[in-house]
Each structure stands twice: as structure tokens, then as C-alpha cells.
């Protein structure tokens, strides 16, 4: 206190019992204790101690370097104002390939965006098969049956990508948040008349929406710097999205019987399934891309 030095504690190398700290010389010696009868031989034989659990391998880390090549590309595809397009899909391809380590990795770096696509799934078909207010009931959110299809999705917000402080769960809900302001210009405006085809619709501007920001995070974070021209960062950003929306475009077509089929219980490996298959093909896209004259 005061003016008087702070301690910086003990040195890491002090005994547990400093050779300072001897008897007191002038405290009393302590009574016997009578021990009792002779409680036998001591018992050798207690179990031993259970072995740890085993735990799974850490994985192996992974080439810090592997985004590079992708990121260069991406970077001459922006500094050409979205005309280099054969950069534009060597950045593509080399993200799924290299960066993320193939089709079904990219699928998995996908996340939380994987759980929120199955939970708007699940309310989507719900809505096509029992009704939107039934469907909405059973989220006790039928207080928004009746509202327009904006105010119904954002309603439906926290139930289809909880908000959260992670990257990954904030990629899912800026998709969702984008998909909802989607919606007017894709036509869709009527959620008790929804069909089949307006959910695969729905579906596909979510799964875009999700792979445009999962790989705008990996490869452009702290690393692409954006022309201030406005309408060329406009042009940038159609041109990634049109790309990216062929390949989940393509993906659901295929998986076209499937969404017709689904069930609450397949719905998560359902959209597992189409995130797999969108990066296989946004793979071949930017490959051919990348080969044009």
C-alpha cells in the first residue's frame, strides 16, 4: 500500500516448503492420540482407475496457403470490372477443389446455412401440404397468418436461423434476410396458394444467397478491394450470383423427385444432398469457364 513497492510474487522455482520455514520453537508439542485397535493388513486390491475415454484424432491442419490462388483469381476477376470471366471461374473451381477440398468439404464449410435451409424446407412443405396457417401453428406463429409473405419470413427468422455470434450463423441469416428482399421480384407473393415449383424457387434463392456469402467470406474477407464505381461492384456482384445460381439451379432440377418426396426426417440429408451437388457443378462451371478462348 501506499508508496511502498508491489510484490511480484513467488519465483516459479520456490519449494513447496521453503528450507526458511522450520519448526516454531516455541509452539507446544501435540498431545498423543490414541490410535484404537489394530485395523489389520491394508487392502492392495482397490480397483484401479478406468482408463481415459479415447477421443477422436484432431484433424489435420489444413495448407494456410489454400485460399491464395483462389484469391488472386477472384482479385483479377474484380479489377476487370466483372469482364474477366475466365478468372472469375478458375476462382470458382479452385474454391471448391483446392480451397474448401472438393465438393462434398464445400458442402460441409456450409454449416449453419445447411440446418436453415432444412428448417425453411420444412415450413415450405408443411405450407404446401397442410396450409400456411397450420404450418404456422405449429411454430405458434399464427398470430402472422393472413400478413403479407415479407412479414410471414421475417416472422419466421428466428425459427429458421436462430440468431447467433458466429460467422457461420451470421452467413445463414444474412442469406435468409436476403432471400426475403428476393422474394417481390421473383414473384412470389402469396403464401396460401404456394406450390411446388415457388418452393423449389424459394429454396434456391436461400441456397445462393448462402454460397455467394459463405464464399465472398472465405476468399474476399481483408482480401478484395471493390471498385468505387458503383455500377461496375453492381455488375461484380450479378455476375457471381448468375454463376452461383446455375449451379443450385441445376442441382435442384435433378433433385427434382426428391423435393417432391420429402419428409421431415430427410429433409437435413436432402439439403446436404443439393449443396454437394450445387459445388460439383459451380466446379465443372468455372473449369469450363476457364478454359474459353
Do not use: H
Not at 483462389?70 to 479489377?79: I, K, Y
Not at 405450407?127 to 419466421?156: D, H, K, T, Y
Not at 426475403?180 to 434456391?204: H, K, R, V
Amino acid at each position: 500500500m501506499g508508496t511502498s513497492n508491489s510484490y511480484g510474487g513467488q519465483g516459479g522455482g520456490t519449494p513447496l516448503i521453503p528450507s526458511w520455514l522450520g519448526p516454531d520453537p516455541q509452539a507446544p508439542a501435540a498431545p498423543l492420540v490414541p490410535l484404537g485397535p489394530d485395523p489389520g493388513p491394508i487392502d492392495l486390491t482397490a480397483p484401479a482407475i478406468p482408463p481415459a475415454p479415447e477421443r477422436p484424432a484432431m484433424p489435420a491442419a489444413a495448407d494456410p496457403k489454400r485460399f491464395s490462388g483462389t484469391r488472386g483469381n477472384f482479385t483479377r476477376f474484380v479489377s476487370s470490372g466483372g469482364g474477366d470471366r475466365r478468372s472469375l471461374g478458375r476462382a470458382v473451381s479452385g474454391y471448391v477443389s483446392r480451397s474448401a477440398g472438393g465438393a462434398k468439404q464445400a458442402a460441409q464449410r456450409m454449416g449453419s446455412s445447411r440446418a436453415a435451409g432444412a428448417g425453411l424446407l420444412r415450413f415450405l412443405t408443411s405450407a404446401v401440404s397442410g396450409g400456411v396457417r397450420e404450418a404456422l401453428r405449429a411454430l405458434n406463429l399464427e398470430s402472422l397468418a393472413g400478413r403479407p409473405i415479407e412479414e410471414i419470413f421475417l416472422g419466421l427468422t428466428d425459427y429458421v436461423c436462430p440468431d447467433g455470434g458466429t460467422v457461420d450463423e451470421g452467413i445463414a441469416r444474412e442469406a435468409f434476410i436476403e432471400t426475403i428482399a428476393d422474394l417481390a421480384e421473383s414473384g412470389i407473393t402469396d403464401l396460401d396458394s404456394l406450390t411446388i415449383d415457388q418452393t423449389q424457387t424459394i429454396f434456391e434463392l436461400y441456397a445462393t444467397n448462402a454460397i455467394e456469402a459463405r464464399l465472398c467470406n472465405d476468399i474476399g474477407a481483408n482480401a478484395i478491394n471493390l471498385p468505387s464505381d458503383a455500377q461496375q461492384v453492381a455488375e461484380i456482384q450479378s455476375q457471381l450470383r448468375d454463376f452461383i445460381s446455375r449451379g443450385v439451379a441445376d442441382a435442384l432440377t435433378s433433385a427434382r423427385a426428391a423435393l417432391q418426396a420429402l419428409t421431415p426426417e430427410n429433409v437435413l440429408g436432402f439439403v446436404n444432398s443439393v449443396y454437394e451437388q450445387a459445388f460439383g457443378i459451380l466446379q465443372s462451371l468455372g473449369e469450363s469457364e476457364a478454359d474459353r478462348a
